[in-house]
């Protein structure tokens, strides 16, 4: 099992030798903040066109594994984090 280290701009995971880039680049201060250009974009795209971006949001995405399943919509998936 990789331990992540989540301290610098890039996600360092030990056991593995790999680093992945961080998807929230970090600013000055480390920090870590969403693309102003990011949110924008969506909440455009949700008052153009509602019903794109609701349809969006209310895609099913499943796990399979044997006989166990889990189905949710991708709100679902994102608010339980």
Known sequence: MAVV????SSTRTRGCG????SPIPADGDGERRP????TLSALIW????ASSYDSVWQTH???HVGQAAVSLDLRDWINSG
């Open 5 to 8: 280290d989540r301290s610098e």
């Open 46 to 49: 949700a008052n153009l066109d």
């Open 61 to 63: 995405l499943s796990i």
């Open 35 to 38: 693309s102003p250009r990011r």
């Open 18 to 21: 790999a680093t992945l880039p």
